[in-house]
């Protein structure tokens, strides 16, 4: 039932930002963003719960992406600074709409909505 809708991917030189968005069609628990480059496996990047209040970051984000949402318009954001090569990656939106699920937030598993993905490329 719900359809997520990605945007803000692109291409940025190491150190610039880029703010990726995730519109969502209905009601969501916690959301997060995942990210998978090319021969790798799918990471967990960043979530953010029902309300906003909490929000969880893998070690190499940390400092540098921040995620947040608003719910009156059911969109989550990733706003993604001093972006290093590194971080090149389809980057995907995900949400989680079972609420015994939702505190699993960096398991792909507990996700049962995934967006189209959006790439960042980050050059030298």
């Known amino acids: 039932q719900v359809q997520l809708v990605e945007s803000g991917g692109g291409l940025v030189q190491a150190g610039g930002s880029l703010r990726l968005s995730c519109a969502a069609s209905?009601?969501?628990?916690?959301m997060g963003w995942f990210r998978q480059a090319p021969g790798r496996e799918r990471e967990f990047v960043a979530a953010?719960?029902?309300?906003?209040?909490?929000?969880w970051y893998v070690d190499s984000v940390k400092g540098r992406f921040t995620i947040s949402r608003d719910n009156a318009k059911n969109t989550v954001y990733l706003q993604t600074n001093s972006l290093k090569p590194e971080d090149t990656a389809v980057y995907y939106c995900?949400?989680?709409?079972?609420?015994?699920?939702?505190?699993?937030?960096?398991?792909?598993?507990?996700?049962?909505?995934w967006g189209q993905g959006t790439q960042v490329t980050v050059s030298s």
């Open positions: 953010i719960s029902q309300s906003g209040d909490s929000t």
């Open positions: 995900a949400a989680n709409t079972v609420l015994r699920y939702s505190s699993a937030y960096a398991s792909s598993w507990a996700y049962d909505y």
């Open positions: 209905g009601r969501t628990f916690t």
